[in-house]
């Protein structure tokens, strides 16, 4: 019997070849917590960090300058959407093939990049987020009970809206490959929270697929949290994007942001 000789193991990616990394942070009064996130990025694991400033009225601009990212300055402020707008935009046109938002207030963990990028740099996918769910007793880890309710049942509706199983839409902690990016209409979408779920339905619309890592829960004073009255505003606003998701998928009409 003829022996086979084993395949010789394929060499690694060239610094060339690898994907371009970029972290991107949209940032509103981001000064105190700014360097603890910066720092807590693996050496290595990025090759560009964003930071763009929504009019901020502390010296978060000046903080960032000092740790040497890149800048881009709001002169009024846009609201969280208007600003990961400019940070997609920014990332893609610097070259990026990866893309990662990191909350600059510290909220989430840096920490946990490498495994965020796992599966992209695999191509199981087209997007990974970060699930607070999966990370276990969100509660314990400073959720409000009211909030982790709501996130619960907002999640029950998306699944049942994109024939998908996530266990968190919500999270701020995600990274999207440049094709994800490339193939939804980023201007389309809100400039208010609302932005992270119609980026979402978007994606789905396309066809796009997204996984999870788990990620610890981490509140305290200085991260930043949506207040109960505009958290109540914006679940309405998932609600009427999955109508209008629905609407679109059964060809009855659809909204700009799917055009």
């Not at 360097?35 to 694991?45: C, H, N, Q, V």
């Not at 119609?198 to 697929?209: H, N, V």
């Not at 990620?215 to 609600?239: C, H, K, M, N, W």
């Amino acid at each position: 019997m003829t022996e086979r000789t084993p395949p010789a193991p394929e060499p690694a990616p060239t610094a060339a070849e690898r994907p371009r990394v970029a972290v991107v942070m949209p940032a509103y009064n981001a000064e105190k917590t700014l360097e603890r996130t910066w720092a807590d990025i693996p050496k290595g694991s990025v090759d560009d960090v964003i930071l763009v400033d929504d009019a901020s009225r502390d010296r978060t601009v000046e903080e960032a300058r000092r740790l040497g990212l890149h800048v881009v300055v709001h002169p009024k402020n846009r609201g969280y959407g208007g600003n990961q707008k400019t940070c997609y935009r920014t990332a893609l046109d610097r070259g990026a093939d990866i893309v990662i938002m990191v909350h600059p207030d510290h909220q989430y963990d840096p920490t946990v990049i490498p495994h965020l990028l796992e599966p992209l740099l695999a191509r199981r996918c087209d997007a990974v987020f970060g699930s607070r769910m999966l990370g276990g007793r969100p509660i314990q880890g400073g959720m409000p009970k009211w909030k982790y309710l709501g996130n619960i049942f907002l999640t029950a509706v998306e699944n049942a809206t994109f024939l998908i199983y996530l266990t968190e839409y919500h999270s701020g902690f995600r990274a999207y490959s440049r094709h994800y990016l490339e193939s939804v209409r980023l201007n389309a979408n809100s400039d208010g929270f609302v932005f992270d779920t119609q980026i979402i339905a978007q994606g789905m619309a396309k066809g796009l697929t997204i996984r999870e890592i788990p990620i610890e829960t981490r509140y305290f004073d200085e991260a930043s949290q949506i207040a109960f009255g505009p958290s109540v505003r914006y679940g309405f606003a998932i609600l009427r994007t999955m109508l209008l998701y629905k609407l679109h998928v059964w060809g009855v009409w659809s909204a700009p942001i799917f055009r």
